[in-house]
């Protein structure tokens, strides 16, 4: 990849906004699915699910920072935050449409995910070297 401020700072916002979620939801996830008018208290099995997929995003968003300052990293890890959102953003725009509105915070998050893994694809294709 070459070197880009702008893919730096990319990375970094985008790593720390994944930390900020994946963390926080990891260590308390009723409170953090409250917020959003998801109520999961009691639900073992969900929380159990809602732990897992937050340390998914804490991991990568240790990948995503890592690649803000190693070159080695870029590459990776600006396809997969990008790839990330893009994904989280489909895939609630599969539930919007198939089973309707959620909560207006869900809906404001899945255009954050779109704009997100849209930047990061187009930054992703503007500096990625061409072999």
């Known amino acids: ?7 730096k700072t990319f990375l970094v916002v985008s790593g720390l906004l994944l930390t900020f ?5 990891l260590f308390m996830p009723v409170e953090m699915k409250g917020g959003s008018g998801i109520d999961i208290t009691g639900n073992i099995s969900v929380i159990n699910d809602v732990r897992a997929s937050s340390a998914l995003f804490l991991a990568i968003a ?4 890592l690649g803000a300052f190693l070159k080695k990293l870029t590459y990776t890890s600006s396809l997969v935050s990008s790839l990330l959102f893009l994904s989280l953003g489909v895939g609630r725009l599969i539930s919007i449409l198939v089973d309707g509105m959620p909560v207006d915070g869900l809906v404001k998050a899945t255009g954050l995910e ?16 061409r072999n």
């Open 21 to 25: 979620i994946g963390s926080a939801t």
């Open 1 to 7: 990849m070459r070197n880009s401020k702008v893919l």
């Open 62 to 65: 240790v990948l995503t920072i």
């Open 114 to 129: 779109f704009i997100l893994g849209i930047t990061g694809a187009i930054l992703f294709a503007v500096y990625r070297d």
